[in-house]
């Protein structure tokens, strides 16, 4: 299911994923609690978890199945959550790479474990792009959250309302194809 980039790397956009920070912010973190967890690729579903919280540990089961394997194999992998303090209060979630043991938001699966995106090599999609191809990424960007096209040839949008003139003004100097006023 993953694939490779131009220089032959894995991207994170292409691999499994699990975001310890959405399951804080869906309220799942809570101690001694389960829930199951799908993934789909292109709109079709292609795995199944299931995760179990416990106090400072996170359960994952899934199933892997291996070139040349005839059955899956179900790996049970347990993934330490480490508590960091937040300035204006709180705590904030953080994986413990099972492999380097690194503090990390994401966890990805690229292989038969879950583990950090520096771990299995991972870059960006954005990393293998040309600094054209990026350019214009990042006015396609800017342009939908203005509301406006994603096509460069277009006109700029105009200024949403209640946006900051500075920031409409921002937005527009970092876009490199708007026509300069």
Same mark, same amino acid.
């Given at each position: 299911m993953a694939r490779r980039g131009g220089d032959g790397r894995l991207t994170c956009e292409s691999c499994m994923f699990v975001d310890i920070r959405d399951w804080k912010r869906r309220g799942l973190l809570h101690e001694n609690s389960?829930? &199951? @967890?799908? =993934?789909s690729h292109a709109g079709k579903p292609c795995g199944y =978890?299931?995760?179990?919280?416990?106090?400072?540990?996170?359960? @994952?089961? =899934?199933?892997?199945? /291996?070139p040349g394997d005839v059955k &899956?194999?179900?790996?049970?992998q347990q993934v330490p959550i480490v508590w960091t303090p937040c300035h204006l209060g709180g705590r904030r979630p953080w =994986?413990?790479?099972t492999v380097c043991r690194r503090r990390a938001a994401i966890l990805y699966g690229a292989g038969d474990l879950f583990a950090c995106r520096h771990c299995y090599d991972l870059s960006y999609a954005s990393q293998l792009e040309s600094p054209t191809m990026r350019a214009i990424s990042r006015s396609r960007n800017i342009r939908m959250r203005l509301g406006g096209s994603p096509d460069v040839l277009r006109p700029f949008p105009e200024k949403p309302p209640r946006m900051h003139r500075r920031t409409y003004? /921002?937005? /527009?100097a970092r876009d490199g194809f708007a026509a300069k006023r």
């Open positions: 389960a829930f &199951p @967890l799908y =993934f =978890f299931s995760v179990y919280i416990g106090s400072d540990v996170v359960i @994952l089961i =899934f199933e892997v199945l /291996r &899956p194999k179900t790996v049970a =994986f413990c790479c003004d /921002r937005l /527009r």
